[in-house]
């Protein structure tokens, strides 16, 4: 497929299906492409296709069957949105383009050539739990023990978090925060260079009683 300059084409690129769930067009959306008046239109979309394929195959799917639907925030992003993101010190909170191949920017693949995808996203069941009690950690913790993520990062609105993945066998599963941990009262990683700061039991201890809140 070539990159979309008509609106029959982006038409046709948003119809295409990732996974049961969710299409292309769900992935499409960006508040810095409409302010900034940029598309945010793939260069290489049969990439950005398989990658996101690949994050609603192996994470965003399994993610909406056990809690119910994913709500998606921010996925996609063209390089030319991505670098009008990064530009004048971080303006809309988007790192530097090559930091972002094979992350939000899907069509471009990571420094040893393996595609990779982002999205942000916010699970409404993790929300009362987390309203509540400022909580966000279950879910992470979840993610971690049940999915083969990338990365995770959280932030403090709507326990939004980028949670991506990545074909690229040395990619080292992560979990970062802006948002306190209300277990340790710091914003320190749970996960770093694939070490988990917590024990299997002491995860599961964090991850039940949000779960049997759902019930």
């Known amino acids: 497929m070539n990159r979309p300059i008509t609106v029959k084409a982006l038409e046709e690129l948003g119809r295409v299906r990732l996974s049961k769930h969710f299409f292309m067009r769900d992935f499409l959306y960006s508040e810095i492409s409409q302010v900034e008046s940029i598309p945010n239109v793939p260069d290489y979309p049969d990439k950005a296709i398989e990658a996101g394929r690949q994050l609603c195959d192996q994470l965003l799917e399994p993610l909406q069957q056990r809690f119910g639907r994913v709500a998606i925030r921010s996925a996609y992003r063209s390089p030319a949105v991505n670098?009008?993101?990064?530009?004048?010190?971080?303006?809309?909170?988007?790192?530097?383009?090559?930091?972002?191949?094979?992350?939000?920017?899907?069509?471009y693949s990571d420094s040893d050539g393996y595609l990779g995808a982002?999205?942000?996203?916010?699970?409404?069941?993790?929300?009362?739990?987390?309203?509540?009690?400022?909580?966000?950690?279950?879910?992470?913790?979840?993610i971690h023990e049940n999915l083969p993520y990338a990365s995770q990062f959280w932030f403090p609105k709507l326990a939004a978090f980028n949670l991506r993945w990545s074909a690229n066998p040395a990619t080292r599963q992560s979990i970062g925060t802006y948002v306190v941990n209300p277990h340790t009262g710091d914003k320190k990683a749970l996960v770093k260079d694939g070490t988990s700061t917590l024990t299997a039991q002491q995860r599961e201890r964090i991850i039940q009683p949000w779960l049997a809140s759902l019930a």
Do not use: M
Not at 92 to 102: D, I
Not at 119 to 132: D, K, N, S, T
């Open 83 to 107: 670098a009008k993101g990064a530009e004048n010190g971080n303006q809309y909170s988007c790192a530097a383009n090559e930091k972002n191949f094979a992350a939000h920017i899907w069509d």
């Open 118 to 142: 982002t999205a942000c996203i916010v699970v409404p069941a993790l929300l009362p739990w987390y309203e509540q009690r400022g909580d966000w950690t279950p879910l992470a913790w979840w």
